[in-house]
């Protein structure tokens, strides 16, 4: 064997080693504890995706950092981005989509989703859910002037595994999220304690990757709209 063909081979070995997955570096990196709580592990419906959340502490309260990793055999991929703060999830029934509940501060949470292709959960949209959810919110004629200031909430409905059969809806498996937006509002009359949007709801539609307002929701979105608390 002549040495450039030996050097051929080893060359056409290496990149095939660093294109291969199962051989690519994964895991979360030094200083990342995996979290003991129970409450954030999480597996798939047919229970092939696992996921674990590590925490990687600091004496700045707001120097903690949190990573989630979707575990599948002995492959690790990270669902970014990196938080301050564990999160829930929920999948849908087939395992395909998956939910990321993210806190982000003292009453305020987004949204992020994923969707599994190639043999792993990727983000399925540039933009978090939740901004989408709230840019759809904004350009609609009824509620485009409202003006959220703080406790801004995005919230998954709970139904997902179950295409929302609790509603009395017969709506197709797998192919409907339900959100509601919640906020307050720091300038609003005197003899209002406070003033913002509670629970206004819309639809997210996975096939089409756009939102609309079943219209049973629209009398209490009507309603959320009002929300207030006087003194």
Not at 8 to 33: D, Y
Not at 136 to 154: C, E, Q, V
Not at 197 to 219: E, H, I, S
Request: a neutral charge; glycine letters at 8%; proline letters at 5%.
């Amino acid at each position: 064997m002549t040495p450039s063909f030996r050097t051929a081979q080893w060359l056409a070995l290496a990149l095939t080693l660093a294109a291969s997955p199962a051989l690519a570096a994964s895991g979360p990196p030094p200083g990342f504890v995996l979290t003991d709580n129970a409450d954030l592990a999480f597996t798939s419906p047919d229970g092939a995706t696992k996921l674990e959340q590590y925490m990687k502490d600091s004496e700045d309260l707001f120097g903690v950092k949190w990573q989630v990793w979707a575990r599948r055999g002995d492959q690790m991929t990270e669902l970014k981005p990196e938080q301050g703060y564990g999160a829930g999830f929920r999948f849908t029934s087939d395992s395909q989509w998956l939910v990321r509940m993210q806190k982000t501060g003292s009453g305020e949470q987004d949204l992020f989703l994923y969707h599994f292709e190639n043999g792993a959960f990727v983000n399925a949209t540039k933009k978090s859910l939740s901004d989408l959810a709230w840019a759809y919110f904004h350009s609609r004629p009824d509620t485009g002037n409202m003006k959220l200031d703080y406790h801004i909430s995005a919230n998954l409905m709970q139904g997902t595994e179950d295409a929302y059969r609790w509603l009395g809806v017969d709506w197709p498996d797998n192919r409907y999220l339900l959100i509601s937006l919640s906020g307050e509002m720091d300038k609003h009359p005197k003899n209002v304690a406070a003033k913002g949007l509670a629970n206004w709801q819309c639809r997210y539609d996975l096939k089409t990757g756009t939102f609309d307002v079943p219209k049973m929701f629209a009398k209490g979105n009507a309603e959320a709209l009002k929300w207030e608390i006087r003194r």
